[in-house]
């Protein structure tokens, strides 16, 4: 598919304002932490922030240039296309809310390693040996940031309602 449609583009767009105020979001909750805990998310956030309004920019320029659904002998093939970039393009964005999710209810340090299981799981097919191997490596480099970096990473919600936070 040489050009896109303005369906695939609109997509594009919609995608990457979401996606900046998600970020835009983890960034300002981010500024009531303390400096250590804070200091990740605004050192990755604050750049990609940038660089998804640059994108954001960029999107919408080009649905404002798009012309109108195209037809023909490829308006099928494109149709088809489109169709498997937006399901695509839906389970992306599924993947990255879900994990968002499950680390703000559980917390980083258990989160970030479920999150990485239930895409490895779900979504990556992979052998038990890499799932267990991925996985606890994750739980290693989480545990290395809190203890041996000292970074007080907030719990996760459902340990604050249950109070043992």
Do not use: C
């Amino acid at each position: 598919m040489e050009h896109p449609s303005r369906a695939v583009r609109l997509w594009d767009l919609l995608f990457s304002v979401l996606l900046f105020a998600l970020i835009a979001a983890a960034v300002w909750q981010a500024r009531e932490w303390d400096i250590r805990a804070s200091l990740f998310p605004l050192v990755v956030g604050l750049p990609l922030l940038g660089l998804l309004g640059v994108q954001a920019i960029k999107a919408a320029l080009a649905y404002r240039a798009a012309t109108p659904e195209t037809t023909g002998r490829f308006a099928v093939a494109d149709e088809q296309a489109e169709g498997l970039a937006g399901r695509a393009g839906i389970t992306i964005l599924a993947w990255i809310v879900g994990s968002f999710g499950i680390v703000w209810l559980l917390g980083f340090q258990l989160g970030l390693p479920a999150a990485t299981a239930a895409y490895l799981t779900v979504e990556g097919r992979e052998r038990p040996t890499i799932l267990v191997g991925v996985t606890a490596g994750t739980a290693v480099l989480t545990l290395a940031l809190a203890e041996l970096l000292h970074m007080p990473f907030p719990p996760g919600v459902l340990f604050q309602l249950a109070g043992a936070a």
